[in-house]
């Protein structure tokens, strides 16, 4: 979350009032603040947003969230593709381009629609007409309240839609026949939506008598889940984020395989060796533009490179370390297409097989997607690696 500021505004009457200010994302509080609510009109409201001005709602609830929906509008306007640039548009930029490109459209978009604030009590209640009881989804996301706060609209709706997400959860095909079959993500933590990379982990072979294991980086328990699914005995899994090691623990518990696996905090692996070492790190060697963003984004793929560097001392002799991959980042152009081979053989590692699976998300079929080429492309792979 972002340091302990304070946001400061004007009230109506000209007395100074002032919140705690919460972003999840790290942005810095708004200098300037004014006060709107069901009289502002939108095309005032856009124009004060796209300045940087914070627009704290004291209106209906209801009324902010079609606020919200005018300012998207207006910003989809905005980016919609100008008449004769039809040519243009069909010359796509090289990969990596498309990729920064399309990142930079993302963060000028949340800068934007980050500007329309609302307050809270202490308790995580809205002060405001029609305002929907958020207090548990704010109390999973943020943690006990301390005092009144103000948070962007956006954050909120992305709290919420965690929030939904976590008691539906997903089903994981893998773990059928244990509890409810499914994995329920915390806000912050990776959910398993893309199943491809579960079902290489369920179907890849298992060294001959194995017992133990470790899951580098469980994130929500999912792959330590799947091999005690598989009947190792004992799996150690790790990860240094409390929201991660919070939301493992829960989702093993659900699922009946606490006794089975041991849920660590350790930066990548745990003291000792072990017969199978299994890590999903994220995909792509890019900045993360906010916490949240670690679990897709390993700038310089230092998660990758520590993983691979330290694999060797880890495994017992004969063991195996299962690197669960995609090659979106060779794609993007973000990885030489020989990279990762060159890292697995400096770490003195060698490959003795690998499994691959083509993505089923929706976007691979999206043409509108401006990454589409690259995701069409895809594949997901799980590197089965043994000391050289």
Same mark, same amino acid.
């Given at each position: ?17 002032? #919140? ?12 300037? *603040?004014?006060? *709107?609510? %069901? ?8 124009? @004060? ?20 929906? $005018? ?23 090289? $990969? ?7 990142? +930079? ?10 500007? @329309? ?10 002060? &405001? ?41 997903? #089903? /994981? ?27 290489? *982990? ?29 009947? /190792? ?6 990860? +240094?984020?409390?929201?991660? @090691? $919070? ?12 006794? +089975?696996?041991?849920? /660590?905090?350790? %930066? &990548? ?54 690197? /669960? ?21 400096? $770490? ?15 976007? *691979? ?11 069409? #492309? ?11």
């Amino acid at each position: 979350m972002s340091a302990d500021t304070h946001l400061h505004w004007t009230q109506q009457d000209g007395s100074p009032a002032s #919140a705690l200010w919460r972003s999840e994302a790290a942005v810095p509080a708004p200098q300037r *603040v004014l006060l *709107v609510d %069901d009289t502002t009109p939108a095309d005032k409201a856009y124009k @004060l947003a796209c300045e940087g001005t914070g627009l704290l709602w004291t209106g209906d609830f209801q009324n902010a969230r079609h606020l919200l929906q $005018a300012l998207t509008r207006r910003l989809d306007k905005t980016a919609a593709p100008k008449r004769g640039a039809a040519n243009k548009r069909d010359e796509p930029p090289h $990969a990596g381009l498309a990729f920064h490109q399309h990142r +930079q459209r993302l963060a000028h978009r949340a800068r934007i629609l980050g500007m @329309l604030l609302i307050p809270f009590n202490a308790d995580h209640t809205i002060p &405001l007409r029609r305002a929907p009881d958020v207090q548990q989804a704010c109390l999973e996301g943020y943690g006990p309240g301390t005092e009144a706060y103000v948070t962007s609209l956006r954050e909120l709706l992305g709290l919420i839609g965690a929030h939904e997400w976590r008691k539906k959860g997903v #089903a /994981i095909d893998a773990l059928k026949g244990k509890g409810s079959g499914r994995i329920h993500a915390h806000y912050g933590v990776f959910s398993p939506v893309r199943g491809e990379y579960v079902d290489l *982990v369920q179907q890849a072979p298992l060294p001959a008598g194995i017992k133990d294991a470790v899951d580098v980086g469980t994130g929500s328990g999912v792959l330590a889940a799947v091999l005690a699914s598989r009947g /190792i005995a004992r799996i150690t899994a790790t990860d +240094q984020d409390a929201r991660a @090691l $919070a939301c493992a623990q829960e989702n093993l518990h659900r699922l009946k395989l606490d006794k +089975q696996v041991n849920v /660590i905090e350790a %930066d &990548l692996f745990p003291p000792g060796q072990a017969p199978l070492i299994v890590c999903n790190p994220p995909w792509l060697p890019a900045r993360p533009s906010s916490p949240i963003e670690y679990a897709v984004y390993d700038p310089d793929s230092r998660m990758l490179r520590g993983f691979l560097a330290g694999l060797k001392a880890h495994l017992t002799p004969g063991g195996e370390g299962w690197l /669960i991959m995609s090659d979106l980042a060779e794609h993007l152009g973000l990885r030489g297409p020989d990279e990762l081979q060159g890292w697995i053989r400096d $770490a003195g590692l060698q490959v003795l097989g690998r499994l691959d699976a083509r993505p089923r998300h929706p976007k *691979v079929q999206d043409a509108n997607d401006p990454l589409h080429r690259a995701r069409a #492309a895809e594949i997901t792979s799980l590197w089965r690696l043994a000391a050289a």
